[in-house]
Nanobody, 124 residues
Framework: QVQLVESGGGLVQTGGSLRLSCAAS????????MGWFRQAPGKEREFVAA????????FYADAVKGRFAISKDNVKITVYLQMNTLKSEDTAVYYC?????????????????WGQGTQVTVSS
């Protein structure tokens, strides 16, 4: 069993910053990496960023490239998403997910465990 717990969401003004955290526990030793996704009301869940454990390679959706940064703490088994220059369209519930069967990709089906989500609201 794997448990993922997100934190750090909240209300921020346009142009502001937030840092999300995702703490993993349980059977994480055989996993390949972690990703962040988000889902706005009435929209499908979309990929935001991902990171591989092996070489710390990172991947971003075009919508967040240059503004968001994903990083990891191997000791704490925690992944972070630093979000800068936030826009109203970044408003969504943000989920972290663990890839246990292969490399993390932009496809939700690549992930096996999901957190409960944390709300990010960007006000203008």
């Amino acid at each position: 069993q794997v448990q993922l717990v997100e934190s750090g969401g909240g209300l921020v003004q346009t142009g502001g910053s937030l840092r999300l955290s995702c703490a993993a526990s349980g059977r994480t030793f055989s996993s390949y990496g972690m990703g962040w996704f988000r889902q706005a009301p009435g929209k499908e869940r979309e990929f935001v960023a991902a990171i591989r454990w092996s070489d710390s390679s990172t991947f971003y959706a075009d919508a967040v490239k240059g503004r968001f940064a994903i990083s990891k703490d191997n000791v704490k088994i925690t992944v972070y998403l630093q979000m800068n220059t936030l826009k109203s369209e970044d408003t969504a519930v943000y989920y972290c997910a663990l890839a246990s069967r292969g490399w993390p990709t932009p496809t939700p089906a690549s992930y096996d465990s999901w957190g409960q989500g944390t709300q990010v609201t960007v006000s203008s």
